[in-house]
């Protein structure tokens, strides 16, 4: 068998196992689905706490003096904006006007930088880095296999995980990070970052201190109930604030000023494709994502057809779900630029049955202040 085909395993694949984790092949990876229910695990997080395993996703170092100046060419964002302990979202763009992937960005120093990508883009993104190298003065290292991330999200995430480490965790702010002690581990990187929009952080663990770390956090925050969450969750939770995810709403054949991230594609420097993409953004595009929530009772689900009132074929859903914090169907999904007016009745066609919905501004969840 290709060595690229088998299903890895996570290093704490058994400890998911033993608490009932529901494990499915993703990305690669055997991963956990659901342990109790996508709804309940969903609502612990929005409400309460709950801990991913996301260490599917793949992490990269580039080193070297000429960091900056690789990283200005093959990412969309302007990576001078960056100071150490600063997070940047970024993708790489391809030269034919599509994304290779989105990905983190982190600012360890002026010449150290960590990419976080998505776990079934790791060789792709690999191979791509390694291809525009050219003769800039870097250093590349593929540490995926080494690193485990936990993701703690939730309004109570602080709480939970405070007395694991003398990081200041509440000192944080949204997208910084700092690299100290975590239940006496040195050199654990904490971010508060997270792909639920809760809040919380994430935590890059070596894959020998993974067990230890994992049971820590469980302990530490047994009094508040907190909770192993499955990507199932993981899913719902990131529609719900209207995230891309790659291979649904953003792949090799969509741009980003389609998928409306203009806001990290920066035109003061020159990237891979960059003119063309100014271009697209300067005399506008004929398709763009959209958010919708259905007005009909049903679910909507990747590939299905969109269509205006006269029946019209105007799109396809790329993301869609049965929202476990509003009890509607949501979606995203890519219409022609003329009928993507916020407001606007649309019809996602469903086994035939055209339900009504209504392209509305993102995110479908908004925290109750």
């Not at 993981?234 to 806001?263: F, K, V």
């Not at 003119?275 to 590939?303: M, N, T, Y």
Request: glycine share 10%.
């Amino acid at each position: 068998m290709d060595e690229e085909n088998l299903i890895k395993k996570l290093t704490l694949d058994a400890v998911h196992r033993d608490s009932g984790g529901k494990m499915m092949p993703f990305a690669g990876y055997d991963m956990p689905i659901q342990y109790e229910g996508v709804t309940a695990e969903h609502l612990s997080v929005r409400k309460n706490v709950g801990v991913f395993d996301v260490s599917h996703m793949g992490e990269f170092y580039i080193e070297g003096p000429d960091s900056i100046n690789f990283l200005q060419l093959v990412t969309s964002n302007d990576v001078s904006k960056l100071s150490p302990g600063k997070i940047q979202y970024t993708c790489f763009p391809n030269s034919s006007g599509g994304i290779v992937d989105d990905l983190l960005l982190y600012c360890i120093n002026r010449e150290s930088f960590l990419l976080v990508v998505n776990a079934s883009n790791i060789s792709k993104d690999w191979s791509w880095l390694k291809a525009n190298k050219g003769s800039f003065n870097i250093k590349l290292t593929n540490s995926s296999d080494n690193i485990s991330l936990f993701a703690v999200q939730g309004p109570n995430s602080t709480k939970a995980i405070e007395n694991l480490t003398n990081m200041r965790l509440s000192e944080l702010s949204y997208y910084t990070f700092e690299i100290g002690e975590f239940c006496g581990v040195p050199g654990v990187l904490v971010s508060a970052t997270g792909y639920t929009g809760s809040g919380g952080y994430e935590i890059y663990v070596p894959n020998n201190f993974a067990n230890l770390i994992w049971k820590s956090i469980f302990a530490a925050g047994s009094s508040l109930g907190i909770k192993p969450i499955g990507l199932g969750a993981r899913d719902t939770l990131r529609l719900e604030m209207g995230y891309c995810l790659y291979g649904n709403d953003i792949d090799d054949l969509t741009s980003p000023i389609e998928a409306g991230l203009s806001w990290i594609t920066k035109f003061n420097k020159i990237f891979i494709n960059s003119i063309s993409l100014k271009v697209q953004k300067e005399l506008g595009v004929s398709k763009k994502l959209v958010a919708f929530e259905l007005e009909d009772r049903g679910v909507p689900r990747q590939g299905y057809w969109i269509s205006d009132n006269s029946g019209d074929e105007i799109g396809v859903v790329t993301s869609g779900t049965m929202s476990p914090s509003l009890g509607k169907g949501i979606g995203l999904g890519y219409v022609k630029v003329e009928k993507s007016k916020v407001g606007s009745d649309i019809f996602i066609v469903v086994r035939k049955k055209h339900l009504l919905a209504r392209i509305v501004s993102l995110p479908f969840w908004k925290e109750e202040k």
